[in-house]
């Protein structure tokens, strides 16, 4: 089956904001980030495992089975087919993915701990493929025969093998630099292309084109997005304006906040928790002094 590049943007697009793996804030109320700063939206892409409580029942899954990496590829196999059979937007994405790649030519499929995972694996086995599990300390592991045989990467040869690695999301490709690019090398393994469910469109395409590699994706995080998400009522005009302020300059967000919100930082630090301690990196940072 072929899908119209538009329809499947949209079709995307929706399950994007209906799993929360998009979630855009109230313009008077921005998200918090771990860095300190403030922005508009959160992408979750793995929420579009099905929802957020599956997604975040996988990532359990894996931090424990983590403790006996020869045995946790063929335990995410089980939980995540599963998932695969039962839920109808991971069925299709995945669908989607497998459409892709159906274009284009590899030897084996690889994804890195842990995210990576929820689209990796299952791609693996619906074409029926090795995968290369790449853990956060760059070992490495090689499922073969459907994931019924893993052994460590290192102790088999795959020299000259070409790999196709599947994404969750890619940013600036920072992930890829400092782990999976070189993982997938010292093998002897070859890379020059990879799938990405979500581009955020910061940068990372012409990163990895640096190193010899094509991205592909399903989808972008762009102004047409955006433009798609208004036009079906999953957000309000002035959602979109603030999304596209921040793309526009993020710094220049900010700033612009903060002179039409004065209170907001002591009251952010007033609040306490996670909120007092981010006002207060952020205030660090020089944000809000103005």
């Known amino acids: 089956m072929s899908f119209d590049y538009n329809s ?118 619906l074409m029926n493929k090795p995968h290369l599990t790449i853990l956060k300390d760059m070992r490495t592991l090689f499922s073969s025969d459907n994931f019924q045989q893993t052994v460590w990467a290192k102790d088999t040869d795959l020299s000259g093998l070409r790999s196709i690695h599947i994404a969750d999301l890619v940013t600036e490709a920072s992930s890829y630099i400092r782990a999976w690019i070189p993982a997938i090398r010292s093998l002897n393994m070859k890379i020059d292309k990879t799938l990405a469910v979500v581009d955020r469109c910061q940068g990372g395409s012409a990163i990895l084109a640096e190193q010899g590699i094509d991205l592909v994706t399903l989808t972008s995080i762009n102004a047409e997005l955006f433009d798609q998400a208004v036009n079906a009522g999953l957000m309000s005009l002035k959602q979109q304006e603030m999304v596209l302020e921040f793309a526009d300059d993020p710094h220049a967000y900010m700033d612009n906040f903060f002179k039409s919100h004065p209170d907001f930082l002591s009251q952010q630090i007033a609040a306490g928790g996670k909120s007092a301690e981010r006002a207060r990196l952020c205030i660090e940072q020089g944000y809000g002094c103005k």
């Open 8 to 125: 499947e943007n949209k079709m995307i697009m929706k399950w994007l904001f209906e799993t929360n793996a998009i979630k855009v804030a109230d313009p008077e109320s921005p998200f918090w980030y771990t860095s300190g700063t403030l922005g508009p939206y959160y992408i979750n892409t793995h929420f579009l495992y099905g929802d957020q409580d599956s997604a975040e029942s996988l990532l359990k899954l894996i931090e424990a089975a983590a403790a006996d990496p020869l045995n946790m590829p063929g335990i995410l196999v089980e939980e995540i087919m599963k998932q695969y059979n039962s839920n109808d937007i991971f069925h299709r994405l995945m669908d989607l993915i497998i459409e892709k790649l159906e274009e284009e030519k590899f030897d084996l499929i690889s994804g890195g701990e842990r995210r990576d995972f929820f689209f990796s694996i299952p791609a693996a086995v």
